[in-house]
């Protein structure tokens, strides 16, 4: 059993279907950093543990140009172009 953790106010939570996986990591993976101060640590230490664990992949980083408006349709659509996967690191 999978459990997803959802931070948003669900006080009835959605049911959700998870696509089903290969079990293979490969492609290229889009970090994008929210420009809050430390993300770039964590999304550091990422880029390092998926190069050391999945050999098959590309990382590609971003930065939105601040944290206190939405993601730019510009940046948006780059990542969407050019990533297979985007994770969006948050942390203070």
Same mark, same amino acid.
């Not at 997803?4 to 079990?23: H, N, W, Y």
């Not at 993976?29 to 993300?39: A, C, F, M, Y």
């Given at each position: 059993?999978?459990?997803?953790?959802?931070?948003?106010?669900?006080?009835?939570?959605?049911?959700?279907?998870?696509?089903?996986?290969?079990? #293979?990591? !490969?492609?290229? $993976?889009?970090?994008?950093?929210?420009? /809050? %101060?430390?993300?770039?640590?964590?999304?550091?230490?990422?880029?390092?543990?998926?190069? #050391?664990? !999945?050999?098959? $992949?590309?990382?590609?980083?971003?930065? /939105? %140009?601040?944290?206190?408006?939405?993601?730019?349709?510009?940046?948006?659509?780059?990542?969407?172009?050019?990533?297979?996967?985007?994770?969006?690191?948050?942390?203070?």
């Amino acid at each position: 059993m999978t459990t997803i953790l959802d931070p948003t106010d669900e006080r009835t939570p959605v049911e959700r279907q998870i696509t089903k996986r290969s079990g #293979a990591l !490969a492609g290229v $993976i889009g970090l994008l950093d929210i420009s /809050k %101060p430390r993300g770039n640590v964590m999304l550091d230490e990422l880029e390092r543990l998926l190069s #050391a664990k !999945a050999p098959d $992949i590309t990382v590609r980083r971003y930065t /939105k %140009p601040t944290y206190t408006k939405p993601c730019p349709d510009t940046l948006r659509q780059q990542m969407r172009d050019e990533c297979d996967f985007v994770v969006e690191g948050l942390a203070d």
